[in-house]
């Protein structure tokens, strides 16, 4: 995959410039426009400000990276959050802040990984894409990525305001890794059910600063190895043996993400625990998520979910299965599993109360 810096054209530097911003355009709806024939096709990044004329007010200085193929975000895979990654950080100290432009179909798992991979962080990454195309006349893609950049920009005692990676659609910004994409025909695309917006943006922008993560006084580091042998099994009612043995035995695997009902609650059926504890004594992690997207897993709280609790099922508390997914990936990727054991359960970018 190629990667490509761009000057922008129209977009001067000037002296009196208030932050510098890095702007990676990875694709999406958001930056679709008409070929000759009508047809649907990225456009050209560098022509951002005939479609966005006030990007020039802003008083920024951008750096621009774009994907050279950019890509609908169903095709994303870890190779390309390696990438983001590593321009976020190759160009981190020159930055004041990063905003990420991608496909919002895949963009919870994008925030979710960066979260877990830029460990550190005392910048803002914020991710925002659109539901329209920029070229459409009623287009989302305007707004989200003023207020992006102005976010992606934003000081208070020369600090930046919201130190983490976040997503900012629809007028509100909520913690990356609590995202959830929830709505494909609306302009209101994410929800964080389990933790409150970061900010919500009005005639002015208004910071939950109570909600935003501290920045951690270490230096920015960044951890680029995925291990992807894991599997998500939804359970349901009526699901059978075979499927969840097919799953269970698939070779190489790592950890499986369990969605459960409710508060973590699965059925007792025996042939069920005795596949889960098989599969946790040959090392493979297992962890309770809720196919709710409110509240919190806790296991032992009824019956159902006991007999998961005894055999070493850990608990994902209030992670969101995108969350839970890429932390395993980046933790598999540089820890035992051992630690991993121990690590997942516990709070590293803000992605589960404890
Ligand atoms: N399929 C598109 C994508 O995720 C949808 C969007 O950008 O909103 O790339």
Same mark, same amino acid.
């Given at each position: 995959?190629?990667?490509?810096?761009?000057?922008?054209?129209?977009?001067?530097?000037?002296?009196?410039?208030?932050?510098?911003?890095?702007?990676?355009?990875?694709?999406?709806?958001?930056?679709?426009?008409?070929?000759?024939?009508?047809?649907?096709?990225?456009?050209?990044?560098?022509?951002?400000?005939?479609?966005?004329?006030?990007?020039?007010?802003?008083?920024?200085?951008?750096?621009?990276?774009?994907?050279?193929?950019?890509?609908?975000?169903?095709?994303?895979?870890?190779?390309?959050?390696?990438?983001?990654?590593?321009?976020?950080?190759?160009?981190?100290?020159?930055?004041?802040?990063?905003?990420?432009?991608?496909?919002?179909?895949?963009?919870?798992?994008?925030?979710?990984?960066?979260?877990?991979?830029?460990?550190?962080?005392?910048?803002?990454?914020?991710?925002?894409?659109?539901?329209?195309?920029?070229?459409?006349?009623?287009?989302?893609?305007?707004?989200?990525?003023?207020?992006?950049?102005?976010?992606?920009?934003?000081?208070?005692?020369?600090?930046?305001?919201?130190?983490?990676?976040?997503?900012?659609?629809?007028?509100?910004?909520?913690?990356?890794?609590?995202?959830?994409?929830?709505?494909?025909?609306?302009?209101?695309?994410?929800?964080?059910?389990?933790?409150?917006?970061?900010?919500?943006?009005?005639?002015?922008?208004?910071?939950?600063?109570?909600?935003?993560?501290?920045?951690?006084?270490?230096?920015?580091? *960044?951890?680029?190895?995925?291990?992807?042998?894991?599997?998500?099994?939804?359970?349901?009612?009526?699901?059978?043996?075979?499927?969840?043995?097919?799953?269970?035995?698939?070779?190489?695997?790592?950890?499986?993400?369990?969605?459960?009902?409710?508060?973590?609650?699965?059925?007792?059926?025996?042939?069920?625990?005795?596949?889960?504890?098989?599969?946790?004594?040959?090392?493979?992690?297992?962890?309770?998520?809720?196919?709710?997207?409110?509240?919190?897993?806790?296991?032992?709280?009824?019956?159902?979910?006991?007999?998961?609790?005894?055999?070493?099922?850990?608990?994902?508390?209030?992670?969101?299965?995108?969350?839970? *997914?890429?932390?395993?990936?980046? *933790?598999?990727?540089?820890?035992?599993?051992?630690?991993?054991?121990?690590?997942?359960?516990?709070?590293?970018?803000?992605?589960?109360?404890?």
């Amino acid at each position: 995959m190629k990667i490509k810096q761009i000057e922008v054209s129209g977009v001067h530097a000037t002296d009196n410039v208030r932050a510098r911003v890095l702007i990676i355009y990875t694709g999406g709806t958001f930056g679709m426009t008409h070929d000759k024939s009508g047809a649907l096709i990225p456009f050209d990044f560098s022509s951002i400000v005939e479609h966005l004329p006030t990007i020039k007010n802003l008083g920024l200085a951008f750096s621009v990276f774009t994907f050279e193929t950019p890509i609908d975000s169903s095709n994303i895979r870890p190779e390309h959050w390696e990438v983001i990654g590593k321009i976020i950080f190759d160009n981190y100290s020159s930055h004041d802040g990063f905003v990420v432009l991608h496909g919002t179909d895949t963009m919870a798992y994008t925030a979710s990984a960066l979260s877990f991979m830029l460990q550190g962080l005392n910048k803002p990454v914020v991710l925002t894409g659109a539901q329209l195309p920029i070229i459409d006349p009623r287009s989302d893609a305007r707004e989200n990525l003023i207020t992006a950049l102005e976010i992606a920009a934003a000081k208070l005692n020369g600090q930046a305001i919201v130190p983490e990676v976040c997503i900012y659609f629809d007028y509100e910004l909520l913690r990356g890794n609590r995202s959830k994409k929830v709505e494909s025909m609306q302009f209101d695309a994410f929800d964080s059910g389990n933790y409150p917006p970061l900010a919500k943006a009005g005639v002015k922008i208004d910071y939950n600063q109570a909600a935003i993560r501290k920045p951690d006084n270490k230096p920015v580091s *960044l951890l680029t190895n995925f291990n992807t042998n894991i599997a998500i099994l939804k359970l349901f009612p009526g699901i059978r043996e075979p499927v969840v043995r097919a799953v269970l035995d698939t070779g190489g695997l790592k950890a499986v993400i369990l969605e459960t009902y409710g508060s973590g609650n699965a059925p007792t059926s025996p042939w069920l625990i005795e596949l889960l504890a098989k599969a946790i004594n040959s090392d493979i992690i297992i962890v309770n998520v809720s196919q709710c997207p409110g509240g919190m897993v806790v296991q032992g709280k009824y019956e159902t979910s006991k007999e998961l609790k005894r055999i070493g099922v850990l608990s994902g508390a209030d992670m969101t299965t995108e969350a839970a *997914l890429t932390k395993l990936m980046v *933790l598999l990727g540089q820890y035992s599993v051992e630690a991993c054991r121990e690590m997942i359960e516990q709070d590293i970018a803000g992605e589960l109360t404890t």
